[in-house]
């Protein structure tokens, strides 16, 4: 099928998953994982509505974001791990970064961010699945990043980020999901309004209606929009 038609699909799939909740379908923003798919790609997910993309990685996304710079309206969001040496360039090019996880991180993004009167919107991932190959702040420690990042300059808190553990049935990732809509609720009940606009960053191909149904705002969806990526 082509991009537009998975496009609709996805869009079909997260409508029924919002109504089955009980929420509405305009709380859910699409994010489409455009990382390693040409611009091509990129056009035809543009010309079929989409305009929200994110990307894993900094030199590869710098170039789609200087190819769309004069289409309007398009955003860009860094859903990747990102290291301190490269919060400058990220600050720039970004308005969402997904994967904001220590308190280092988050005073480069605010320096870089005060330096170029800017404000960008930040998420924090946490480490719930205590993966070796994963990142996120510890729950532990997460209200600590949370007080740290609302003194900070330049960065506008919006809520909590999630990468779970690859699982084949998504009903097994579903707990990962809640708890951390637990936490987010916990959070705004000890601070109300510390997480701005509360998204909850999480859910991606395979597992994102089971995602909204437990209260994903934000959905990370890649290969069920462009396809099978292609490796090396």
């Known amino acids: 099928m082509s991009i537009a038609e998975n496009l609709r699909n996805l869009r ?8 089955r909740s009980r929420r509405s379908p305009d709380d859910i923003t699409i994010v489409a994982i455009s990382k390693t798919f040409p611009v091509d790609s990129v056009s035809e997910a543009v010309a079929a509505g989409q305009l929200v ?13 200087r190819f769309f710079a004069e289409s309007h309206g398009i955003e860009w969001h860094l859903v990747g791990h990102l290291q301190s040496n490269k919060a400058r360039r990220a600050a720039e090019l970004f308005q969402v970064i997904h994967s904001l996880d220590s308190p280092q991180l988050a005073a480069k993004l605010s320096g870089a961010c005060r330096a170029m009167g800017k404000q960008i919107s930040v998420l924090l ?21 949370v007080s740290a990042v609302l003194r900070m300059d330049g960065l506008r808190l919006n809520g909590l980020m999630i990468i779970p553990p690859y699982l084949e049935d998504p009903e097994q990732v579903r707990p990962y999901f809640a708890r951390l809509r637990e936490l987010r609720d916990n959070l705004e009940k000890e601070q109300p309004g510390c997480l701005g ?9 395979h597992d994102f209606e089971v995602a909204v149904e437990e209260g994903a705002t934000v959905i990370r969806v890649g290969t069920a ?8």
């Open 53 to 65: 993309f994110g990307e894993n990685r900094i030199q590869e996304a710098e170039a789609k974001i």
């Open 225 to 232: 929009i462009f396809g099978s990526r292609a490796y090396g």
């Open 197 to 205: 606009q509360r998204h909850l960053s999480m859910g991606m191909s």
């Open 12 to 19: 079909k799939k997260a409508v029924r998953a919002a109504e």
């Open 125 to 145: 991932q946490v480490d719930l699945g205590r993966e070796a190959t994963k990142f996120g702040v510890d729950e532990a420690e997460v209200r600590d990043l």
